[in-house]
């Protein structure tokens, strides 16, 4: 019985320890890698606007081979969309909201995982002596849970890497 008190009590401190580091966790998240690319904007845009294009060098999709994705929308347009369903990465989507041609491709993200969490992605390209700055972002505002990842683990490190390994498989 004595030990049952004192597993409780470890419990208890545990969720106190969760809720506090959700209370005074990062708030925001900011996320962006970059990448040279030797390749015009023109030749890149195609890349970066198609999710099927998009989702061949994402590090996401290699993540779990029973990932299945469903594609919506006229590709490359404001409003084209993917969705997608993961054993190990739970279900989100992914919408086109704004298009530069040859400049950016801006979206909203919604990942449902232990909650739903949303943020703003962009792909910029900018056109450079012999190719072209490949920037991939993300940013918004952390749900709790959130939080409490971002107090123990470096969440920009996590998803930046992931950025990088992307970046580093897209055209060549």
Do not use: C
């Amino acid at each position: 019985m004595k030990i049952l008190k004192y597993l409780l009590y470890v419990l208890l401190v545990l969720v106190l320890i969760g809720v506090i580091l959700g209370l005074v966790g990062p708030k925001t998240k900011d996320i962006r890698r970059s990448r040279f690319i030797s390749a015009t904007p023109e030749q890149i845009w195609p890349y970066v606007t198609n999710w099927e294009k998009i989702n061949m060098w994402s590090p996401w999709v290699r993540m779990d081979t029973s990932l299945t994705l469903e594609y919506s929308g006229n590709q490359g347009a404001i409003g084209s969309k993917y969705s997608w369903n993961s054993k190990k990465m739970g279900s989100g989507e992914q919408t086109i909201t704004a298009l530069t041609p040859y400049s950016s491709m801006e979206g909203d993200l919604v990942i449902k995982m232990m909650g739903e969490s949303t943020s703003k992605t962009a792909i910029m390209l900018q056109d450079t002596a012999g190719g072209t700055k490949v920037t991939w972002a993300m940013n918004g505002k952390n749900t709790f849970f959130e939080k409490i990842m971002s107090t123990m683990m470096s969440m920009e490190k996590m998803i930046g890497n992931e950025y990088d390994k992307g970046l580093i498989r897209s055209i060549h």
